[in-house]
């Protein structure tokens, strides 16, 4: 099967969840067999045209715009910038369509990007699946002219699918009930296979809390500051590290340097994907915090657990894994805390004491990530889908 995918600028072989997500299920349909290519921009970090990556081929528009989180200048030449970017991926998708003839489009809804996936399908008369991924879906509604888009995007989709039941429910009364699929984000466990555990380098007295963060408003870090604070004072060898960068992390490192804890916490800039699973393997403790109103199942806590090791997280995210699985227990695979430092800090040294207590977590999060979220599990329940809607169309001509 021909697969094409039409992505915004950091969509691919970039650090965030989404892009992990979406780069390890294009990675598996290759792997599978399959013939994937990709559109996207030109990024800082991303100059070359054309790319080969794990049976994917990888084009990108020659722009490059920055993401538009605030307003700055860089922020406002992308916006005067923007219809000229979405003219020129629509001409280059569309003679790459002419020249490849793909049997679906794949897309990853985020206006207006997702616009170019619309038209195309309806120019080219081919099958389109779309994606809601992240948080952001919930707001995506509100901007300008967009319900008049996302209509017609739900009227073109053979399927549209959601991260879990409660995003489904969100949609459930914008999409109908034949189209609207639920499937999870997957995990690669090949990425962390049982030998990394047995290549430690740290010293025996050394405990090591690590948390991986994109450093934005929807999670929890400066609560995680707070928390690394108390802790030190009662636990002198434990030491802290936060991997990735943000718009959080300036505040978050001037917080520790005002608490008197950057001794104990570490900040590590932004490190490619393949070398997380080192990260976790070398440390003893991981965790993920969020604010209440996020609603998702984060990449991260699906690697850490395929990395055998205890987690710390926060209410809204266990609530959605009991949600999505019955059989789903928090107590038994999640330290589960308020969004509070001092919870924060009691779950730490909890856990520090405890180490049955962190083996017991850690195996039945593992168990649970190699049985539900695997990426081979995960992969052949979209080319299920795959297949389904070729054979739809076939039978419609």
């Known amino acids: 099967m021909r697969i094409l995918l039409?992505?915004?600028?950091?969509?691919?072989?970039?650090?965030?969840?989404?892009?992990?997500?979406?780069?390890?299920l294009c990675n598996a349909w290759a792997t599978s067999g399959h013939f994937v290519?990709?559109?996207?921009?030109?990024?800082?970090?991303?100059?070359?045209?054309?790319?080969?990556?794990?049976?994917?081929?990888?084009?990108?528009?020659?722009?490059?715009?920055?993401?538009?989180?605030?307003?700055?200048?860089?922020?406002?030449?992308?916006?005067?910038k923007l219809p000229l970017v979405l003219m020129a991926s629509l001409l280059f998708s569309l003679r790459l369509m002419v020249k490849q003839d793909f049997d679906l489009i794949f897309v990853r809804y985020r206006p207006p990007f997702s616009s170019i996936s619309l038209i195309m399908s309806i120019l080219t008369r081919k099958p389109m699946i779309t994606k809601f991924a992240g948080t952001a879906v919930y707001d995506?509604?509100?901007?300008?002219?967009?319900?008049?888009?996302?209509?017609?995007?739900?009227?073109?989709?053979?399927?549209?699918?959601?991260?879990?039941?409660?995003?489904a429910k969100f949609f459930e009364k914008k999409v109908p009930k034949h189209k609207l699929k639920t499937i999870p984000p997957p995990v690669c466990l090949d990425l962390f296979p049982p030998q990394l555990l047995k290549n430690q380098k740290k010293t025996a007295?050394?405990?090591?809390?690590?948390?991986?963060?994109?450093?934005?408003?929807?999670?929890?870090?400066?609560?995680?500051?707070?928390?690394?604070?108390?802790?030190?004072?009662?636990?002198?060898?434990?030491?802290?590290?936060?991997?990735?960068?943000?718009?959080?992390?300036?505040a978050a490192i001037k917080l520790s340097e005002r608490l008197g804890v950057d001794s104990n916490l570490s900040f590590v800039g932004s490190i490619p994907h393949k070398e997380v699973p080192y990260l976790l393997a070398n440390s003893d403790l991981l965790v993920a915090l969020y604010v209440p109103k996020y609603m998702a199942i984060?990449?991260?806590?699906?690697?850490?657990?395929?990395?055998?090791?205890?987690?710390?997280?926060?209410k809204n995210i266990a609530a959605i894994f009991e949600n999505e699985i019955d059989t789903f227990q928090a107590k038994d695979h999640l330290y589960v805390v308020d969004s509070n430092a001092k919870s924060i800090a009691n779950a730490l040294v909890t856990l520090y004491e405890d180490e049955e207590l962190r083996n017991m977590l850690a195996?039945?999060?593992?168990?649970?990530?190699?049985?539900?979220?695997?990426?081979?599990?995960?992969?052949?329940?979209y080319l299920s889908l795959f297949k389904e809607t070729t054979k739809r169309l076939c039978l419609s001509k």
Do not use: W
């Open 140 to 167: 995506y509604l509100n901007l300008p002219f967009e319900r008049k888009i996302f209509e017609l995007l739900v009227k073109q989709s053979t399927f549209l699918i959601t991260d879990n039941s409660y995003m």
């Open 363 to 381: 195996k039945n999060m593992y168990k649970m990530a190699v049985k539900i979220f695997s990426l081979d599990i995960i992969s052949n329940r």
């Open 6 to 24: 039409i992505l915004p600028v950091n969509e691919v072989t970039g650090t965030t969840g989404d892009a992990i997500h979406i780069e390890t």
């Open 298 to 314: 984060p990449i991260k806590i699906l690697e850490y657990g395929a990395a055998r090791k205890p987690i710390v997280t926060t």
């Open 205 to 250: 007295r050394e405990f090591i809390v690590l948390y991986v963060s994109s450093f934005r408003k929807d999670e929890d870090v400066m609560k995680f500051v707070l928390a690394s604070s108390i802790v030190s004072k009662k636990i002198p060898n434990i030491s802290f590290i936060m991997v990735g960068d943000g718009v959080t992390k300036t």
């Open 37 to 80: 290519h990709i559109v996207t921009l030109q990024s800082k970090n991303q100059k070359k045209v054309v790319e080969q990556k794990d049976g994917v081929i990888i084009y990108r528009i020659p722009f490059t715009i920055s993401p538009i989180t605030q307003l700055t200048f860089d922020s406002l030449k992308s916006v005067l």
